[in-house]
Nanobody, 119 residues
Framework: QVQLVESGGGLVQTGGSLRLSCAAS????????MGWFRQAPGKEREFVAR????????YYEDSVMGRFTISRDNDRNTVYLQMNSLKPEDTAVYYC????????????WGQGTEVTVSS
C-alpha cells in the first residue's frame, strides 16, 4: 500500500520559514516526478511545485518562485519543500503528490499538512 506522509507544517509569522517533508512508502518514486499542491480555505487545490525524478528539473507556481525550493532525496524516498519569506496568502493545507509515468498530477496524494502564516 502506497502512502505519502507530510510533516513540517505549523504556525509561522509573516517572513518566516518552514520546511515540509513528504515521506513515501510502499513504492519507490525514484523514477517519477513528485510535487506539492495547496488548498486554501474556500479555494480550489492549486499547484505549488514539481520536481522531476533526478531533481534536475523543477517547476514553480509564479507566486512562490524565488521563495520556495523543492528538493528530493531518492534514497529516502522523500520530497521536501523549503518555504521562505512566507506570506499570509501562503496559508493553506499543503499536499504531497507523486506521479507514476507521465500523468500529472499523479495518482498518489498525501493527507496534507497545515500551514498558517500570521500577519
Amino acid at each position: 500500500q502506497v502512502q505519502l506522509v507530510e510533516s513540517g507544517g505549523g504556525l509561522v509569522q509573516t517572513g518566516g520559514s518552514l520546511r515540509l517533508s513528504c515521506a513515501a512508502s510502499g513504492r519507490s518514486f525514484s523514477n517519477d516526478d513528485m510535487g506539492w499542491f495547496r488548498q486554501a480555505p474556500g479555494k480550489e487545490r492549486e499547484f505549488v511545485a514539481r520536481i522531476n525524478w533526478s531533481g534536475y528539473s523543477k517547476y514553480y507556481e509564479d507566486s512562490v518562485m524565488g521563495r520556495f525550493t523543492i528538493s528530493r532525496d531518492n534514497d529516502r524516498n522523500t520530497v521536501y519543500l523549503q518555504m521562505n519569506s512566507l506570506k499570509p496568502e501562503d496559508t493553506a493545507v499543503y499536499y504531497c503528490n507523486a506521479a507514476v509515468g507521465d500523468r500529472w498530477p499523479g495518482v498518489y496524494w498525501g493527507q496534507g499538512t497545515e500551514v498558517t502564516v500570521s500577519s
